[in-house]
């Protein structure tokens, strides 16, 4: 299970580090306030491209989600691994995919049709971008977990 579990975990540590070559753009306007329109607008242009205009490969994401789930809940009931790594990798896993499935991307579809205020989407873009940095921490501890292992 575990090559399922590593190959899943490396495309989704991928695919983050493209989204937050976009999302870091928030990092430099902390103050609060509206994001520049320029830099709204790049986000949100990538946003809608990847998550409304890019079907019906969008959908790969979730699928590679769910495969990593399965492989992950199968490597903990045939004990292919200690079972600390399992608790470690679940536990991981669950919460950079439970965060992207629940909030992330339901906010990425809604900044990319850019059709809240600019406030609103600036408090999207910054929502976004912090929620993806909790994905990679996640998905990098649940790679590193199976990979030390």
């Known amino acids: 299970m575990q090559p399922f579990v590593v190959a899943g975990a490396g495309f989704l540590l991928a695919v983050l580090w493209f989204d937050l070559m ?3 753009q928030v990092l430099p306007h902390r103050g609060g306030g509206d994001l520049p329109e320029p830099v709204l607008a790049s986000i949100a242009g990538y946003y809608r491209r990847v998550t409304t205009e890019a079907r019906p490969m969008n959908r790969l994401i979730a699928a590679v989600m769910v495969v990593v789930l399965a ?8 004990d292919d691994v200690p079972g600390w790594v399992s ?11 439970g965060l992207a499935g629940t909030r992330t991307a339901p906010n990425a579809v809604r900044l990319g049709g850019r059709g809240d205020p600019p406030g ?5 873009a910054r929502s976004i971008c912090r929620d993806h940095l909790v994905c990679l921490a996640a998905i990098a501890t649940l790679l590193v977990v199976q990979l030390a292992w």
């Open 22 to 24: 976009f999302d870091v």
């Open 71 to 78: 492989a992950l809940v199968a490597q903990a009931l045939v």
């Open 87 to 97: 608790v470690v990798s679940l536990a991981a896993a669950l919460t950079g995919i």
């Open 120 to 124: 609103g989407q600036s408090g999207l």
